[in-house]
């Protein structure tokens, strides 16, 4: 995206087009799933009512928010921010998001390994200080090569971030209910997208972007460490609805 963009920059829409070529096979190659009937509530082996565990979804659309309201000064901010560090190209901006993302695959690869050892809240605390480091190393960095460094941790903490969220709100959630809870889940997390240069837009023409991801480093790696402090507490604050956190 960020080579052809050098060339014009409505090329890299261009790229969306790709998505036709997967249609013939997803046509052909994804059946639709059988589906049975619902058991009636008038049986007497009916499933008693189920609820979602909303003080647990409270948690996780909040953390959600926060996390995809700072992750997106990246693909929104970073390329003003490169070019006026070291009046860098829009190949080397979309080099710089596309190392972040890389990690973040890697990271996500490898969370099955990890939560055999972790538990859901504590790899969500590992991962926004993973993230806050990331984002107050861009904030430092003087040159290019030190942001793509700081660029590291930045994707692995998103990496874990975003399957450690699901997951739980899978695990925790009723079956009856789980689409509704991942649902909102995925509400919140395009939210954040939305409100991102909203909130961030005056902060950064107050302060300068330099400022603005110092600030959002520190605002993860404080949660972070607030949430790795307090995580008996906040499981407890939770699990009156979900008991297997």
């Not at 963009?5 to 059946?31: E, G, K, Q, V």
């Not at 003003?80 to 190392?99: R, V």
Request: aromatic share 8%; with cysteine.
């Amino acid at each position: 995206g960020g080579f052809v963009s050098d060339i014009n920059w409505r090329l890299p829409f261009a790229i969306y087009l790709l998505a036709w070529l997967l249609l013939p096979t997803m046509i052909s190659a994804l059946p639709e799933p059988q589906r049975q009937n619902s058991v009636n509530d008038s049986s007497p082996n009916a499933s008693p009512i189920e609820h979602l565990p909303l003080k647990l979804m409270a948690f996780i659309c909040a953390s959600v928010l926060l996390t995809q309201m700072i992750f997106y000064l990246i693909p929104v901010q970073l390329p003003f921010y490169l070019k006026k560090l070291s009046n860098a190209s829009a190949t080397q901006s979309g080099l710089a998001i596309a190392l972040s993302t890389l990690l973040s695959a890697v990271a996500s690869m490898n969370y099955g390994k990890l939560k055999q050892r972790l538990s859901f809240i504590k790899i969500l605390a590992i991962a926004l200080v993973l993230m806050g480091l990331g984002y107050g190393g861009i904030g430092l960095a003087q040159t290019y090569g030190l942001l793509l460094v700081a660029m590291i941790p930045t994707g692995l903490g998103l990496g874990l971030l975003m399957p450690n969220l699901n997951v739980w709100t899978a695990t925790e959630t009723p079956d009856s209910l789980r689409g509704r809870a991942l649902g909102g889940l995925t509400t919140f997390f395009f939210l954040g997208q939305f409100l991102s240069p909203i909130a961030s837009q005056p902060i950064s023409a107050a302060v300068g972007l330099t400022a603005t991801y110092g600030l959002a480093g520190v605002l993860l790696l404080v949660v972070g460490a607030l949430i790795w402090q307090f995580k008996s507490a906040i499981c407890r604050g939770i699990a009156s609805q979900a008991g297997r956190t």
